[in-house]
């Protein structure tokens, strides 16, 4: 654990280049022109149906000498909700290979804990974990971690891992701190790496960010990405724009006060950008407790359902909101099973996002009870 090239002191490695949403032809020469910066930690997924693409960028980055293969650290994902079993896990882990065309990846996370209405979880978890674990015996991947996981699913993968996740990739950032899964992680000796370190581009806009970047003659995004860092996270970043690139990597010449830490500190909303699994798992948890299936008239959830249960006087709206999310997951679970490529063609994740993000309640939940 303390060899983890990412705790190393080399810069290259203390930031990494995210490559979600770059899905164009010209994504190899973005991926090329982060590494031609000093980026060298590249994170993909098998979601982002962009690993062909970054491993033409990788090839091209060692056939000019920019780089050797053993200078970069490249992370991919299992998508758990697509292939949540011993089986489909070895069968897809070698399609990332092929894809990436590696010989070796250097990191493999689970990228959601898998979320259902009872106990299942956590067995189909432990299951892809044995899975990646026998690619780390066979010297096939480096180290294995997980992303947007909770201490809840952490504590319950531990308990059957033979090889402790190095890492718990998640969404940090002045504004969403997620203070208890960081201490959790800090006791276990798991490194945060730190998705959405810009707040999904609002603290960019923020007053008290832009005020401490112009006292420092710095850009908002590189005071995030420093406050990233001085909380000991690996902050991953992207960027299309070679200046932003090349900005975004250079975060290692200036350290923030103690004062400006704190006043971004004061940012934290206990809000999230996205719906993320954790809510998922909450929404799931919260309607089977309040047995909302007494209220559906089939087993299966039908369109009918979705405006009879707005019908009931004597539901709680908190409950029939639950609903509503509860139907918009499962059709994008749902599409996402079939094809996620035409879930975001139709623009079934954004607009199930933008309507979160406008609710009066945004994307914290506040008003569900914790799970722990």
């Not at 010297?139 to 190095?166: C, D, M, Q, R, W």
């Not at 996402?336 to 994740?349: D, H, P, S, V």
Request: aromatic share 12%.
């Amino acid at each position: 654990m303390d060899k983890f090239i990412l705790k190393s002191n080399n810069n290259a490695y203390k930031i990494g280049f995210g490559t979600l949403g770059l899905t164009k032809s010209d994504t190899p020469e973005i991926i090329l022109e982060a590494i031609k910066c000093g980026y060298r930690y590249i994170d993909t997924a098998q979601s982002y149906f962009n690993e062909e693409m970054c491993g033409i960028a990788l090839q091209k980055a060692i056939d000019e000498k920019i780089v050797t293969r053993n200078e970069l650290f490249i992370t991919t994902k299992l998508s758990p909700h697509r292939y949540n079993d011993y089986e489909n896990t070895i069968k897809y882990v070698k399609e990332s290979f092929n894809k990436l065309g590696l010989d070796y990846i250097d990191l493999f996370l689970i990228h959601h804990p898998n979320t259902t209405p009872d106990d299942r979880w956590k067995n189909l978890n432990a299951e892809i974990w044995r899975a990646l674990e026998e690619f780390v015996e066979q010297g096939k991947i480096k180290y294995i971690g997980v992303s947007n996981f909770s201490s809840f699913h952490l504590k319950e993968l531990l308990k059957t891992a033979k090889i402790k996740p190095v890492c718990n990739q998640s969404e940090l950032s002045p504004m969403w701190h997620q203070q208890e899964m960081v201490d959790f992680c800090k006791k276990e000796n798991i490194l945060m790496i730190a998705w959405q370190p810009l707040g999904g581009g609002q603290l960019l806009k923020n007053k008290n960010v832009i005020n401490i970047a112009s006292k420092i003659n710095r850009t908002p995004a590189q005071v995030c990405l420093r406050w990233s860092i001085q909380k000991g996270y690996i902050p991953v970043v992207k960027s299309s724009n070679k200046e932003r690139i090349a900005s975004n990597f250079n975060i290692f010449d200036f350290k923030l006060s103690d004062e400006d830490i704190a006043i971004l500190d004061d940012l934290n909303s206990n809000s999230a950008t996205h719906f993320t699994i954790n809510d998922s798992y909450r929404l799931w948890s919260y309607y089977d407790r309040l047995n909302l299936k007494q209220y559906v008239s089939s087993t299966k959830i039908k369109l009918f359902n979705l405006f009879t249960i707005f019908l009931y006087k004597n539901i709680d709206d908190k409950i029939k909101k639950i609903y509503l999310f509860k139907i918009l997951h499962l059709f994008t679970i749902k599409l996402n099973k079939q094809n996620m490529q035409t879930a975001y063609l139709f623009g079934i994740f954004p607009v199930f996002t933008i309507k979160i993000r406008k609710s009066e309640k945004r994307l914290s939940m506040k008003w569900l009870p914790d799970y722990d």
